[in-house]
């Protein structure tokens, strides 16, 4: 790739928004950048089983975002391995600065960047990483065979996670702050018949531990009771926050997500958002890549328009 490589459109984040966006842009026509800094698929790809995108009876994330992969690149996607560190997205022409020092330069920009798991926000929380505490189920499940673990959350990640850890783990508890659960109601289903302890109505407050986790002081929220629980590693699914960092420049809601119109377009004329990244009423799979599909389309639709 020459400095003086001008793409049709850059998509920044190759989870399934960004690489079906990849998808549809190279079928149209487009000469295509995809830039990735962390791990391909995104969240995604950490999901042990995905059993809710239409044609695909059960499958892991990763193989799921893996075959998506392939798809952007046999449709002649071009992928750079590198972290978008800065934007200047306010011209005709946008720009994407890259960690490693290089460029990227393009007419148009699909922003599919996801979101971050949410940190519990406690004391210890950063240096205990890795030592018993993960944001990521099934990339650090295998550690814990034979222990007891916790699970902070009532969503749809820390129901999936649960499960499948207790597979894995002597013991699991479910650590949720209310009494009902934020997660599909299939999941609530399961969860009366699996052995997977919950705790309502309490939130970890203390992890404690030097080199290691060694147990969490948890209160019930509602009686204020403080408790120990002995465990191995509290795996934290308590939501996400959005990966905006460096696009200040862009409309977005009181929780950060980017806003757009139903054809993914943000504020910012030529700049798409797409997937999780986008203030939207259901986050999924299925969804990020609809929006990915779009944010394509509506990309090809102006191109043609402007005739550039
Ligand atoms: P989520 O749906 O936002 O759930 C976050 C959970 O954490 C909620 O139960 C919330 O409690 C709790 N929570 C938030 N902040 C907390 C805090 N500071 N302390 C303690 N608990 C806290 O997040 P998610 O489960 O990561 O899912 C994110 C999105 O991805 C959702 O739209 C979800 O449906 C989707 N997703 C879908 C699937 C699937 O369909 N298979 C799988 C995974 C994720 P409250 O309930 O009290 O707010």
């Not at 966006?21 to 190279?26: S, V």
């Not at 977005?252 to 504020?267: L, P």
């Amino acid at each position: 790739m020459s400095s003086t490589d001008i793409f049709d459109v850059i998509i920044v984040g190759a989870g399934p928004a960004g690489l079906t966006a990849g998808i549809y842009a190279c079928r149209g026509g487009l000469k295509v950048a995809v830039v990735e800094g962390g791990a391909v698929g995104g969240l995604a790809s950490t999901a042990a089983n995905v059993e809710n995108y239409p044609g695909v009876e059960i499958a892991d994330g990763f193989s799921l975002c893996y075959t998506m992969l392939e798809q952007c690149k046999a449709a002649g996607a071009r992928f750079v391995f590198d972290r978008a560190t800065r934007f200047d997205l306010g011209g005709e022409i946008k720009r994407v600065v890259l960690a490693g020092g290089g460029e990227l330069v393009a007419r148009r920009v699909i922003l599919a960047v996801g979101a971050s798991p949410r940190k519990l926000g406690l004391e210890g929380e950063d240096r205990l990483a890795g030592k018993g505490v993960s944001y990521c189920a099934t990339c650090d499940g295998a550690l814990f065979k034979g222990k007891t673990v916790a699970v902070a959350g009532g969503g749809n990640t820390a129901l999936e996670d649960a499960f499948y850890l207790e597979k894995l783990a002597a013991k699991v508890y479910l650590i949720h702050r209310r009494d009902a659960l934020r997660a599909d109601a299939v999941y609530e289903k399961r969860l009366k018949t699996s052995g997977i302890i919950p705790v309502w109505d309490s939130v970890v407050r203390k992890l404690v531990g030097d080199d290691k986790l060694t147990q969490i002081e948890v209160e019930n929220v509602k009686t204020n009771i403080l408790s120990t629980l002995f465990v191995d590693c509290v795996f934290v699914a308590i939501g996400q926050t959005p990966n905006t960092s460096g696009l200040e420049m862009l409309a977005r809601d009181g929780f950060g997500y980017v806003i757009t119109d139903e054809e993914m377009r943000t504020n910012v004329d030529g700049v798409y958002a797409a997937g999780d990244v986008r203030h939207k009423s259901l986050r999924q799979i299925v969804t990020a890549c609809a929006d990915g599909a779009i944010a394509a389309n509506t990309c090809i639709k102006s191109m043609m328009r402007t005739k550039k």
